[in-house]
């Protein structure tokens, strides 16, 4: 049989492996830099495309492009959530009149029990 | 009163709050006042880590101690400004709570959040609660909208990165374990606000709990200390440092 053509056989293979390298990561990752954790994800991925590559399945032309599609979908994905956040950033207006009221009750007290809240 | 202990069961709890100030003259007078009228009925210590502030700090401290106990507000100040990490350091070595909590002193952090935190820690037992400014019962008022964006962007960076566990990485209202907040800080080493993204970070990734507390956040200085370029650099640096080293 022509291995290229078993794309489940490739399939189960880049998955059991991709599945032995997070038991092995998640077993050691205490002691583990994080450095190392993000590396070894790009590793895990990188062998997956390489695997894409030499099976054929998709035309090579498209494999090639995969990790360009894949760093400017990250790309967009950040801008988005920067972009919803600046949108539902929470703000507190209320808060800065309550304070407000706060610090002149605390001056009320301390200046009565002998506090100096001169402020310079 | 020893009967009422016994039949709610619960251990009373110690807090050490530690304030680093300097020229906090007003401010700390005020903190202190609304920490009293927050934690009526907590046993807790408050400790000025004042570094040498000319406008009298210490004067108004020593003011305060007379007005509230001497038991109740410690005064250790130091020479000079020696940085934000190094006080609290210095602050440890006097607390005698089984909890610190470490806020500003320039009234960003209200001290009444300081109940949910105390409330959210016997909850859960986590080892640190760190109050976040970014969901939705929280908040920031006083800034722009590019110090909105630069903050959120950050954010994003700092979350992709290094997955930390948390919403908010640079704040600085937290409330410790004392045991855990003495683990942590030794293994700490950067300054300003990359020190609190350290700790946090180490934190997580020794495996200490932590859970998050929603607290507003009031900026009044802003105007005065922009975001710069070297600022943001700084940053940066700290990420890509955090990155490599936990």
């Known amino acids: 049989m022509e291995l290229w053509k078993r794309f489940d056989l490739v399939m ?28 070894s994800l790009l590793v895990a991925v990188s062998a997956f495309w390489i695997a894409l590559l030499q099976a054929a399945i998709i035309p090579r032309s498209h494999t090639w492009l995969l990790p360009i599609y894949f760093v400017v979908s990250l790309g967009c994905y950040g801008l988005l959530m920067v972009g919803i956040g600046l949108m539902q950033f929470p703000t507190c207006p209320r808060e800065a009149v309550l304070l407000q009221h706060d610090i002149t009750e605390a001056k009320d007290f301390l200046s009565a029990n002998g506090v100096d809240v001169r402020s310079d | 009163m020893a009967d009422e202990k016994e039949n709610i069961g619960e251990k009373k709890y110690k807090y050490s709050i530690i304030i680093p100030t300097f020229n906090e003259r007003l401010n700390i007078a005020i903190i202190v006042y609304l920490i009293f009228k927050h934690l009526r009925d907590v046993d807790f210590e408050i400790i000025v880590v004042d570094d040498g502030s000319p406008d009298g700090t210490q004067d108004i401290v020593k003011q305060l101690q007379q007005l509230y106990g001497e038991d ?4 250790r100040a130091r020479a000079k400004k020696l ?3 190094t006080a609290y350091i210095h602050g440890l070595k006097y607390a005698t709570g089984d909890f610190v909590v470490i806020m500003d002193a320039d009234l960003s952090h209200h001290p009444k959040y300081l109940p949910s935190f105390i409330k959210k820690q016997l909850e859960t037992n986590a080892s640190i609660v760190t109050g976040t400014r970014y969901v939705k019962d929280g908040g920031v008022h006083g800034w722009n909208l590019m110090r909105k964006l630069t903050s959120r962007g950050a954010n994003v960076l700092a979350q992709t990165l290094l997955w930390p566990g948390v919403s908010d990485l640079t704040g ?37 709990q932590i859970e998050e507390v929603p607290i507003t956040f009031v900026d009044r200085v802003f105007g005065t200390s922009k975001l710069g370029g070297s ?16």
């Open chain 1, 12 to 39: 189960f293979t880049g998955t059991y492996n991709t599945a032995i390298l997070k038991s092995y990561i998640s077993f050691v990752s205490r002691t583990m830099k994080h450095v190392v954790k993000i590396l």
């Open chain 2, 72 to 75: 109740r507000i410690l005064l």
């Open chain 2, 83 to 85: 940085g934000l990490g």
């Open chain 2, 172 to 208: 600085s209202f937290r409330l410790y374990k004392k045991c855990v907040l003495e683990d942590v800080i030794s293994s700490c080493v950067s300054k300003g606000y990359v020190f609190q993204m350290e700790m946090i970070v180490r934190a997580s990734r020794k495996g200490y």
């Open chain 2, 231 to 246: 600022e943001i650099v700084e940053y940066l640096k700290g990420l890509v440092y955090l990155l490599l080293t936990t």
